[in-house]
């Protein structure tokens, strides 16, 4: 098989690793703190390098967004159309070079990897054109008074991106606040900032310097934008061990808006009227192999009724097994690498638990063979069966490729065990009834519920999780209106 351009490309990150560097006040910068090293997670080459920063290097972006943020709001709403327009044009450009980093960096296939570049071009254009709908509103009242509300950006928000999808948790922190009048300071996940550096030098050259900022590092940058008093509105995308420091650090300091997208162990309900293949293409869809199951949205939990259970088992198992797990920058790889050591020994011990505990495996549950997987996070797509809700694997998010598959009876019972983990983020059901589907999607307690389909989100419908899956909805304008604060204005004639 010939090597592709992006094949090619990525070869030269083994002896030219990228050199990132932060982006403050419109200025490409290093760090007092030194480096952080890059790895492939398919190789364990190392493919580049970014800033340590520190929380001097926050400071100085703060300040940098302070400065920038009052000319940006004063903007027409057209003219930050505009330049947002513009920077999803500056990044449509660049888009062969941010999907070489994201792939090298990630671990993921150049398949998901590319939709992801696609959608943030995307994403910009939207939130250029929804910034229009930023309306207050003329409240009724009594005929000697007029009152009125205006919408008016916080000032500095501060956002923390998860690794899963690098470039476009990257985009989505910054296309909403800053249509809405904010500068934003970023830091993208120390695991694969690469194509982060690069959207900063992006933004440098068709933004105004300081409205966007990004201070790559580890923990420390984290907990420095989370803790300055004057970032009042946070956003982040992660677990929810760190959502919950978060929510404690930023209180202790001022009152802030937090939004959060924590993790999930969503369900999946098969109910027995559903086509059984079709059934089993969309749990594996839903298990987002596709990202090695690194995704909060994987509907890991598939309930199915005890009248198809073995059917729909067996066709599971078979589809997972054909998945194609290879080089990401392969165009026919399914599935890529998890993204480091330590994630793939996690799942390892999860699958260890899984059978120890009972649990079926029906399939996978160890690393490919083959002497391409020698070297790099490499892990098969893994299903077990006869799972029982008691089990760690069923209740407990493990962020790989694992499906596990539960058997149910009573529509009752089966949405109790549906609700009854600490997550509430996404869902699905499947049946011809229309009529089921909605009362069971109701009953669900979770932010997004799929009716026979699962896996897809509207660009314009509220996401977000209830319970310990997080606060806030993002996504369309309830989205752009959360980077705002809404302000009361009463007129006396």
Not at 223 to 236: D, E, N, Q
Not at 416 to 435: C, K, P
Request: net charge negative; with cysteine; charged share 20%.
């Amino acid at each position: 098989m010939h090597n592709t351009r992006e094949q090619m490309r990525a070869g030269l990150l083994k002896n030219n690793p990228h050199e990132g560097r932060m982006s403050i006040g419109g200025r490409l910068e290093e760090s007092s703190g030194g480096w952080i090293e890059c790895t492939n997670p398919a190789d364990e080459s190392c493919i580049g390098k970014v800033p340590r920063g520190t929380a001097d290097d926050v400071e100085q972006a703060v300040q940098a967004a302070e400065a920038a943020q009052p000319d940006w709001a004063d903007l027409p709403v057209a003219r930050r159309s505009q330049y947002l327009m513009k920077f999803a044009d500056a990044v449509a450009d660049r888009a062969d070079d941010l999907l070489v980093l994201e792939v090298a960096d990630s671990g993921n296939s150049i398949t998901g990897m590319k939709g992801d570049v696609d959608a943030c071009i995307e994403r910009l254009r939207y939130f250029a054109g929804l910034g229009y709908e930023l309306q207050g509103a003329t409240i009724p009242g009594s005929p000697d008074r007029l009152s009125l509300t205006v919408r008016e950006p916080y000032g500095v928000v501060g956002r923390i991106a998860a690794f899963n999808h690098p470039l476009a948790m990257a985009v989505n922190g910054l296309a909403s606040p800053l249509m809405a009048g904010n500068a934003v300071v970023l830091k993208p996940s120390e695991q694969c900032p690469l194509s982060a550096t690069l959207l900063g030098e992006i933004a440098n050259a068709v933004l105004p310097p300081g409205v966007v900022n990004i201070v790559t590092g580890d923990g420390t940058v984290g907990s420095a934008l989370v803790r300055h008093p004057r970032v009042k509105r946070l956003s982040f995308v992660g677990s929810v061990r760190t959502g919950l420091a978060i929510q404690r650090s930023a209180a202790e300091v001022a009152v802030k808006a937090v939004s959060l997208e924590l993790g999930g162990k969503n369900p999946f309900i098969v109910f027995p009227d559903a086509p059984l293949d079709t059934v089993a293409e969309a749990a594996v869809m839903g298990m987002n192999f596709i990202w090695q199951g690194q995704s909060c949205t994987s509907t890991s939990r598939l309930f199915v009724h005890d009248a198809i259970y073995d059917a729909v088992v067996e066709r599971v198992a078979a589809k997972a097994a054909g998945i194609r797990v290879g080089d990401p920058f392969e165009w026919t790889t399914q599935m890529g690498a998890i993204i480091s050591r330590a994630q793939l020994e996690k799942v390892e011990q999860y699958v260890a638990l899984g059978q120890a505990e009972g649990a079926r495996l029906v399939t996978g549950g160890r690393r490919p063979a083959g002497p391409e997987f020698q070297h790099g996070f490499w892990y098969q797509p893994t299903v077990f069966a006869d799972v029982t809700r008691d089990m760690r694997i069923a209740r407990e998010e493990i962020f790989g490729p694992v499906l596990s598959i539960l058997r149910w009876s009573d529509v009752d019972d089966v949405v109790a065990m549906a609700n009854s983990v600490e997550f509430g983020l996404t869902g699905a059901v499947w049946t011809r009834d229309i009529s089921v589907a909605l009362r069971t999607a109701r009953r669900l307690q979770t932010g997004y519920v799929w009716i026979n389909g699962v896996g897809t989100n509207a660009r314009a419908v509220p996401f977000g999780g209830y319970k310990n899956s997080g606060v806030g909805r993002e996504r369309g304008l309830e989205e752009l209106y959360s980077y705002t604060e809404e302000k009361s204005l009463q007129i006396f004639l």
